[in-house]
């Protein structure tokens, strides 16, 4: 394949790449949300603030600003992870005649000599 037919087949994506931008570009612009916007009070702590938030605590007048609870997300997001490690785990492993074995095999006690020497 030449280099102009190459060009060619990737003029037209390029165009719609770019259409599609304008789009997103000109629609954030132009959105509104309904609400003013608020600076954080100078005597709030920004920290203690999100933690309240994201465990919902918020409702108890623990926060000097008011915000939307984040415990369903915060729990979402660990259960996500706690699957994304041990699916790391479990494909780490590999099975040897049937029997399951370490990722690394045998560890090497004896600074990565095989066979046991010590030296």
């Given at each position: 394949?030449?280099?102009?037919?190459?060009?060619?087949?990737?003029?037209?994506?390029?165009?719609?790449?770019?259409?599609?931008?304008?789009?997103?570009?000109?629609?954030?612009?132009?959105?509104?949300?309904?609400?003013?916007?608020?600076?954080?009070?100078?005597?709030?702590?920004?920290?203690?603030?999100?933690?309240?938030?994201?465990?919902?605590?918020?409702?108890?007048?623990?926060?000097?600003?008011?915000?939307?609870?984040?415990?369903?997300?915060?729990?979402?997001?660990?259960?996500?992870?706690?699957?994304?490690?041990?699916?790391?785990?479990?494909?780490?492993?590999?099975?040897?005649?049937?029997?399951?074995?370490?990722?690394?095999?045998?560890?090497?006690?004896?600074?990565?000599?095989?066979?046991g020497d010590r030296r």
């Amino acid at each position: 394949m030449s280099s102009d037919e190459s060009r060619g087949s990737r003029i037209a994506p390029a165009i719609a790449v770019g259409g599609l931008f304008a789009v997103l570009a000109a629609t954030v612009n132009g959105a509104t949300f309904g609400f003013e916007e608020v600076g954080f009070p100078a005597d709030a702590s920004v920290v203690h603030n999100i933690g309240y938030a994201l465990f919902n605590l918020a409702e108890y007048d623990l926060g000097a600003v008011p915000s939307e609870g984040f415990l369903a997300a915060f729990l979402i997001a660990a259960v996500a992870l706690d699957v994304a490690v041990d699916g790391a785990v479990y494909l780490a492993k590999r099975e040897e005649d049937g029997s399951v074995v370490a990722a690394v095999g045998q560890a090497f006690t004896d600074g990565g000599r095989d066979g046991g020497d010590r030296r």
